[in-house]
């Protein structure tokens, strides 16, 4: 979701720069952006280790949840060329799933905002599994509740730790590198693609013919 279909890393830098300033911790962008694609629980957890901060995730982390769903509402942009590509493959009666390291909340906020019915069959946040990218349990857990084989399927990602996780669970991964991404290593995708314009259902499905 984040980086892939909505454009919504800056979004997530300024909720989490906001709620750390409230405590005399002044990040940057390049600190954060070591997270990117794993789960905001644990940047969380360990920033708060790191700065030596008398609070607990439990305390913090709503309100960046909060700040972060009206961003969502107010702010948030789709990324070039996805709701087309989802639209489409929608319309072949390809099955999609939505495996996302956010909040329900702000899943459940993208998805209002940008569709009146349900385009994903399957949508599984990050707090349905233990454990965060690169690490395969929500590609796992997504092909799972689809039911189909994991080379039957293709994930779309934008982090090094998400195609880490898709290449751990066997499953082809196209990397894109948008202008957010641009420090990510995505080498070990299946395909890198610069604009999502460039996909459509041939070539997504050209990659699971050739595994």
Known sequence: MDGVIVDSEPLHIKSEKQVFAHYGVHLSDEELRVYMG?????L???LIQKYALD??????YPSHIENLT???????????????????????GIELALASSSDHALIAA???KFWDSPVFRIVVSGQDVSQSKPHPAIFLEAIGRLGHPAKACVVIEDSQAGVLASKRAGIPCVGFRSPHTLSQNLSEATLVVD?????D????????DAV
């Open 44 to 46: 969380f957890q360990d």
């Open 195 to 199: 604009d999502l314009r460039d996909l």
């Open 110 to 112: 993208f998805l209002e």
């Open 38 to 42: 794993r789960s905001s629980r644990l």
């Open 55 to 60: 609070t607990s995730l439990e305390d913090i």
């Open 70 to 92: 009206q961003l969502y509402r107010e702010e948030s942009e789709p990324i070039p060329g996805a709701l087309e590509l989802i639209e489409d493959l929608n319309m072949r």
């Open 201 to 208: 259902y041939d070539r997504l499905k050209n990659l699971v």
